[in-house]
T-cell receptor, first 113, second 116 residues
Framework: AQSVTQLGSHVSVSEGALVLLRCNYS??????LFWYVQYPNQGLQLLLK??????LVKGINGFEAEFKKSETSFHLTKPSAHMSDAAEYFC???????????FGKGNQVVVIP | DAGITQSPRYKITETGRQVTLMCHQT?????MFWYRQDLGHGLRLIYY???????DKGEVSDGYVVSRSKTENFPLTLESATRSQTSVYFC???????????????FGNGTRLTVT
């Protein structure tokens, strides 16, 4: 079964510093991978996705992620953290039928002024 | 406004009571989903529906019932609430079941349910 591992439930980053959130996956089929963001008291929003093609994908709000097959990873980065980036971030992988997503446990990002 | 709305936003109920969480979407999306979000577990799929009158179980469906008589509504019922069902519940919709191919899920703002 497809699964996602996100280590470190809470991540603190200084304003202006690099944001790096790690995601490793297991999949029995070529993976389709996603990052979703959840702001306080809201539902999740799609941040970016990888399906096929270019392995470096860009999303909203300056985030990007790189698919590395050899490392089974899909880490999310942003060069310079902003206070508005404080949120919870979820990595997800599609199941083998491509019909549903399996979510990781999430990373709560705190931005320190 | 177009979108997906959940009601109520907050609910407190007692063990053993039946409670229904409502979900309404205005996009006419075919597919709808119910997730629960718990600390340390991320999001887990409870039920999903491909169209009116078509529903299927997710990974944590025990104790829950859904119906979908109209495309725009997808209520979730806890038949006899237990403390383990204390959680934040999210409804989502998509215009295709192929959320795994990149069609985004559109989420409501959630219902925070406490079972005492």
């Amino acid at each position: 079964a497809q699964s996602v591992t996100q280590l470190g439930s809470h991540v603190s980053v200084s304003e202006g510093a690099l944001v790096l959130l790690r995601c490793n996956y297991s999949s029995s089929v070529p993976p389709y991978l996603f990052w979703y963001v959840q702001y306080p008291n809201q539902g999740l929003q799609l941040l970016l996705k990888y399906t096929t093609g270019a392995t470096l994908v860009k999303g909203i709000n300056g985030f990007e992620a790189e698919f590395k097959k050899s490392e089974t990873s899909f880490h999310l980065t942003k060069p310079s953290a902003h206070m508005s980036d404080a949120a919870e971030y979820f990595c997800a992988v599609s199941d083998r039928t491509r019909s549903r997503l399996a979510f990781g446990k999430g990373n709560q990002v705190v931005v320190i002024p | 406004d177009a979108g997906i709305t959940q009601s109520p936003r907050y609910k407190i109920t007692e063990t053993g009571r039946q409670v229904t969480l409502m979900c309404h979407q205005t996009w006419s999306h075919s597919y709808m989903f119910w997730y629960r979000q718990d600390l340390g577990h991320g999001l887990r799929l409870i039920y999903y529906s491909a169209a009116a009158d078509i529903t299927d179980k997710g990974e944590v469906s025990d104790g829950y019932v859904v119906s979908r008589s109209k495309t725009e509504n997808f209520p979730l019922t806890l038949e006899s609430a237990t403390r383990s069902q204390t959680s934040v519940y999210f409804c989502a919709s998509s215009d295709t079941t192929r959320t795994g191919e990149g069609s985004p899920l559109h989420f409501g703002n959630g219902t925070r349910l406490t079972v005492t």
